[in-house]
């Protein structure tokens, strides 16, 4: 395809860059993907071999159809398709493809620090977030943050027997549920305090807004395999997904986990945690936080030890930007209707690292649909998607390439989409 | 020893008795033990190995030397004494022997339920108890009793990503916990309805009794790695642990336990309780409590399972009888002094097959030391003891060959020993 390509070797895995001949005057637009992939067992769950892509019913099923692989190459495909047409490119490209995406983007956020400035970037597409549904073309607005932890009672220094010994000292897997358990109350609320000090909340407008979003609570719990949902009283489901922080147990571990029944008073007891976070909550401050509130309720007859894990600040970006409203009109005009605004509930850590390191406006523009399987079996993406995934990037490509248009967008589709960064500057 | 020795073949390992030749007139006195041992693991941690029985200081180190094999044999050198003397055994004497101890006594059960009535003793020595310390020679006259069950939360029927669907629903492994957190309180004491109800609370004069018997709060802790002791608010140590019922987390998991992190919302989660029981209290009744009560509280967004475990019956004796008067002066006389009496805070299961199946006034008498790391690395049994023991036993076939003396002892031991159980009946 005529692009300068390049090989990054790294501490992990190789960075690849591709660039196209830099033009003056004309803007730059990095693609950022990944072509790492999560494992892709069980295995046996695959109807068909995970690294042998296979199309049925218009679907790409492969490990990596979606998360990035797919996504990214509609982006790819978009360039060779001005460059087989003898098309000038609009704008100048460089594809920024790392391999450490599902395993903290460690090298890449070092490359960027070392090296972004020789990227300047003027606009960074990501196309690793989902769509709303297949009729909702989305731009994701905002990513929730993360703070991670692990929590460890330590109580005798062997496992005991539970006959001899229990009563007279502190279960250490009674003590950690004892924790965990303030940290939480039965209406699904974080009790930890200071925890939502920071957390800016969603005005009426926007929960109305919101509300009107089509979401069938039923299929998705059943989607799940989940009697009901749950969560903070007070908010909606999505609501309660793209706004408002959690405080999740990952794992949790103390004494006997074997067949039957071994009496023991268990040496300790461990628990990872990860809170998501929303934008303005502080990542450290909340892990000192939760840190503090435990050591003060933990009894003395216990050793407690609490280790920070990692963590990245919650992203929100405004729609009333030029690159944001390119991506709004190259989706309208593929998709013939406007995109709704979303937020991700997950994290996108590497963000940090681009808004410090590379400057330029981001845009998350997912081509893929929520229920790609993602990190599970039979991962796909809809054939469909991909081909509309190629004719956005294309118009995409020539809409960043015009002057910027700054309309203020406030209910960009009939769908009810809504920006909640622009109601937040109201 | 020209025993009648019998080797019966089980489902499980294979029992023994040997039988001295049986004579009209004496008691038939049947002595337990169990030749199984609990796995040696951490070998690391052993001295000398586990299975090459070592003398060092004057203690015999090895897996079984004090949990039963040391203890046990004890009984076996006096009838041996009494033989190689030519001096007629005041009494019958059947040694008992299982190899399931350690894993349910599941075979003797069977055994003593269809064979049992061809031993008819009219008494049984046990010595699987320990003494309450080198100074105090010990008869046991109450145990705890068991309970114990399992409790699964199942939410989404796999692991779910932490970021995408963190907030929509309830995470089992919180649930989970909260659910063990609304079973203990902070003062330690179990708050499910009706746990205590049936608990028969010590006297004042008991307890005053109890807190005579001497009891370094500083040493057991540091013995058991501990900052400090805990439980039950209101009680003693010693109290906690043999007269007050417990309700223990044995084991509990949930979710990602490897290195590092892992942001799932867990599929589910598990925790192993047992509760151990005082004289009075019913373990099925406990169980159903306990059923009903997490039943009550947990919410419906999650799947709840209980399943019960193995459980007993605590047991009480009384101090008033023929054997454990005979037991108490052949201990005061190998000693010189009075025993104490005292109870255990673990369970022996077996106990309620022998009085159902066996009858006979059943002993509990510890030859060896609370210290002999039972179940730990390095057991030992201190040859003192062994060679006490033995003492003891040949006075303990003697003393039972008399006609019964049931003299009222409140108060044998100038350490302050007490018997409950005499003081329950006053």
């Not at 989305?138 to 010994?165: K, M």
């Amino acid at each position: 395809m005529g692009l300068h390509v390049k090989l990054h070797r790294t501490k992990g895995h190789p960075i690849i860059t591709a660039a196209t001949q830099r033009r003056a005057g004309v803007p730059m637009v990095l693609i950022y993907g990944h072509y790492d992939v999560q494992p892709p067992e069980p295995l046996e769950l695959w109807r068909t071999p995970p690294f042998e892509p296979t199309v049925r019913s218009g679907k790409l099923f492969g490990r990596g159809a979606s998360d990035n692989k797919g996504q990214f190459f509609a982006h790819v495909k978009a360039v060779e398709t001005y460059v087989r047409t003898s098309t000038p490119l609009p704008v100048n490209v460089v594809f920024l493809i790392e391999g450490e995406e599902e395993t903290g983007s460690f090298a890449l956020a070092e490359f960027v620090k070392r090296r972004g400035r020789a990227l300047r970037p003027d606009y960074i597409v990501v196309s690793d977030t989902g769509m709303f549904s297949k009729d909702h073309p989305s731009i994701t607005l905002g990513t929730r943050g993360i703070a991670a932890l692990e929590i460890r009672v330590d109580g005798p220094s062997r496992d005991l027997h539970s006959g001899v010994f229990g009563g007279s000292i502190a279960n250490p897997a009674m003590v950690l549920t004892q924790l965990l358990a303030a940290c939480v109350d039965a209406d699904g609320r974080v009790t930890v305090p200071g925890f939502y000090d920071d957390v800016i909340a969603l005005t009426a407008m926007e929960r109305r807004e919101l509300a009107q979003l089509p979401f069938d609570e039923k299929a998705y719990a059943k989607l799940l395999g989940v009697p009901s949902l749950a969560g903070e009283k007070g908010h909606s489901t999505l609501a309660r997904c793209w706004a408002r922080p959690t405080f999740e147990i990952n794992g949790m571990s103390s004494g006997y986990q074997g067949e039957g029944s071994k009496t023991i008073v268990p040496s300790f007891a461990v628990a990872k945690i990860s809170c998501r976070l929303v934008t303005n909550q502080q990542p450290r401050r909340i892990y000192r936080l939760i840190e503090r509130h435990l050591r003060r309720i933990c009894p003395k007859s216990v050793r407690l030890t609490i280790t920070e894990g990692h963590h990245s600040a919650a992203q929100l970006f405004t729609c009333n930007i030029t690159g944001t409203q390119a991506a709004a009109r190259a989706l309208a005009r593929v998709h013939g209707c406007d995109p709704v605004f979303v937020r991700e509930d997950g994290s996108l850590p590497i963000l940090d690292d681009f808004k410090r390191w590379l400057g330029g406006e981001i845009m998350l523009m997912g081509l893929g649909l929520p229920y790609d399987n993602w990190h599970s079996p039979n991962e796909k993406m809809d054939l469909a998607n991909f081909h509309r995934g190629i004719a956005v990037s294309v118009e995409l490509l020539r809409e960043l390439s015009k002057p910027g248009q700054t309309e203020h967008r406030t209910r960009p589709s009939a769908d009810g989409g809504v920006c909640f960064n622009c109601k937040m500057e109201d």
